[in-house]
């Protein structure tokens, strides 16, 4: 365990409906980040959040919405989404943004299919 | 120039051999350099990181080299396990970079006994 938890670990949706993937972390850290794994591509970092401000949002489409309550907390709200937004949906969080040394810790992940 | 390329895409080893992934960059501004490892249905991990200030870091039977004018780095996993059947990600981040780290595409690794 990482101290990194998601839920649900599997999602299964259609193109119309509304879904909110959740995140939470035990590690007492400040940042969290959203990331997306597809197929033979590279983990894609899509939003971060230090001490609950988004500070990237790597060009994301609007149909992926994040919320940040609260540093321990990160949703990530789906609508409308396109079968090429099926995926693994990982989130990860680290003490904070500062520097470039920060381990990131990441949960397990959700499988996102769209129908 | 953000971009991080990995080789090879899957490597097949026996076991006791030797792995070696291979990892490039561009951006010169990059000053951090993690490995990660991921089993299935599980996220990635960090294995080992090195800074550009030298030029090896040995972890147990993982290596990292890494070659600052040649912008590559490696990694190497000696005396190869079937336990160390997994898919690795090089990856760089930079300082004042909010800690973004960029990933390489990943490396399937098979030990076979």
């Known amino acids: 365990e990482t101290g990194v938890t998601q839920t649900p670990r599997h999602l299964v949706m259609g193109m119309t409906n509304k879904k909110s993937l959740k995140c939470e972390q035990h590690l007492g850290h400040n940042a969290m980040y959203w990331y997306k794994q597809s197929a033979k591509k590279p983990l894609e970092l899509m939003f971060v959040y230090n001490f609950k401000e988004q500070t990237e949002n790597n060009s994301v489409p609007s149909r992926f919405s994040p919320e940040c309550p609260n540093s321990s907390h990160l949703f990530l709200h789906l609508h409308t989404l396109q079968p090429e937004d099926s995926a693994l949906y990982l989130c990860?969080?680290?003490?904070?943004?500062?520097?470039?040394?920060?381990?990131?810790?990441f949960g397990p992940g959700t499988r996102l299919t769209v129908l | 120039q953000q971009q991080v390329k990995q080789s090879p895409q899957s490597l097949i080893v026996q076991k006791g051999g030797i792995s070696i992934i291979n990892c490039a960059y561009e951006?010169?501004?990059?000053?951090?350099f993690p490995w990660y490892q991921q089993f299935p249905g599980k996220g990635p991990a960090l294995l080992i990181a090195?800074?550009?200030?030298?030029s090896e870091k040995k972890e147990g039977r993982f290596t990292i080299s890494f070659n600052k004018s040649a912008k590559q780095f490696s990694l190497h996993i000696m005396d190869s396990q079937p336990g160390d059947s997994a898919t690795y990600f090089c990856?760089?981040?930079?300082?004042?970079?909010?800690?973004?780290?960029?990933f390489g595409a990943g490396t399937r690794l098979a030990v076979h006994p």
């Open positions: 951006n010169t501004a990059f000053d951090y």
């Open positions: 090195i800074r550009p200030d030298v």
């Open positions: 990856a760089a981040s930079r300082s004042g970079g909010y800690n973004k780290l960029i």
């Open positions: 990860a969080s680290s003490q904070d943004t500062s520097g470039s040394y920060n381990e990131q810790f």
